[in-house]
């Protein structure tokens, strides 16, 4: 079977841990690395829990590589629904390996500049803030023949923001990063809060998830359990969005989204909006679409998959 070869970008996050659970059990899927990035907490936190989540899904082969400690231009600011560690009140298991020495911007430096030179383009993961591919492709922008396309979790459009009135957390982390991606040519598919928000795991998914979880059950229903807003006036129902993981079921089941060719900008000036991504989706502009933003999601196809992936850790021998 011919697999797609991936580089997960992240700052590991609840829901980024259930999409690297996802990952690690999806054989379609060649993972060259982890990337994590200064986020929804510090790179020191990133970098630990990337390494804690590699032990907890039995995959220490994953090599993991320090991102960038801060956003390009602005102050650092930090997630709100991830607990004090990231991982809600879960604790994960010590990691047997530890990171590597080169850095993250330097391996994706050196695995797209390979990519590009063979002819086998890599397909990005941005889970969380995209300082890391922007430091990257500012360096050396040819890096960007090496990217198959982004899959990028960040922004808000129809949708209003979830870490202010107009924007989303990931973007807003680092705008100036964002700004670099979708100017860069490369193609991009962007899950917004307005696809996210589709997928809401509800109190009985996550009882459902830890039927069939394995020996990763106890963990899983934790995190899950935890990820619950319990904010019905905004999202119609008890639960949480399901935010990051829909990037790797994009992947492996483009069937269950639909997507609108649109322009994005992203405002990196204004106070007010800062981190705010706008959508032409009429051509006012007069500027080509830069991205395939998803509009439609199959949630009870999004849930099904999930279960079917995170079901194969109790097929898997315990590490």
């Known amino acids: 079977m011919k697999t797609i070869p991936i580089i997960v970008d992240c700052d590991p996050g609840i829901d980024d841990t259930i999409a690297l659970l996802t990952a690690f059990v999806s054989p379609e899927l060649d993972i060259l690395g982890i990337t994590p990035v200064c986020g929804n907490q510090p790179l020191g936190r990133t970098v ?8 907890l899904g039995g995959r220490p082969d994953i090599p993991v590589y320090p991102g960038c400690f801060r956003p390009m231009l ?7 629904f991830h607990g004090k560690t990231g991982l809600g009140n879960t604790t994960l298991p010590d990691p047997v390996k530890t990171a590597e020495e080169m850095s993250a911007v330097d391996f994706l430096i050196e695995a797209l ?12 993961c941005c889970l969380g803030p995209m300082t890391n591919l922007a430091v990257a492709l500012r360096i050396k922008p040819q890096i960007a023949d090496g990217i198959g396309r982004v899959v990028m979790m960040g922004g808000a459009y129809r949708e209003p923001g979830n870490r202010t009135m107009t924007s989303e957390f990931n973007v807003l982390a680092d705008p100036h990063a964002a700004h670099v991606v979708f100017s860069s040519g490369i193609p991009i598919v962007a899950l917004a809060l307005d696809a996210t928000h589709q997928v809401m795991l509800k109190p009985e998914h996550v009882t459902a ?22 904010d019905v006036a905004r999202y119609g129902s008890r639960g949480g969005p399901l935010h990051d993981p829909l990037v790797i079921a994009y992947i492996l089941a483009p069937h269950l989204f639909g997507t609108t060719r649109a322009r ?25 679409p830069n991205a395939e933003i998803v509009t439609r999601v199959d949630a009870q196809g999004v849930i099904d998959f999930f279960l079917d992936r995170l079901s194969r850790y109790a097929e898997k021998v315990p590490a």
């Open 74 to 80: 602005r102050e650092p600011i930090h997630g709100q």
């Open 264 to 288: 994005i900008f992203v405002e990196y000036e204004s106070e007010l909006c800062m981190g705010q991504t706008i959508a032409d989706w009429y051509g006012k502009s007069g500027l080509e």
């Open 209 to 230: 998830f830890s039927r069939v979880g394995g020996r990763i059950s106890h963990a899983l229903g934790e995190l899950m359990a935890f990820w619950d807003r319990n």
């Open 113 to 124: 500049s390979l990519a590009s030179a063979k002819g086998e383009p890599v397909t990005l």
């Open 48 to 55: 630990l829990n990337a390494l804690q989540v590699c032990e």
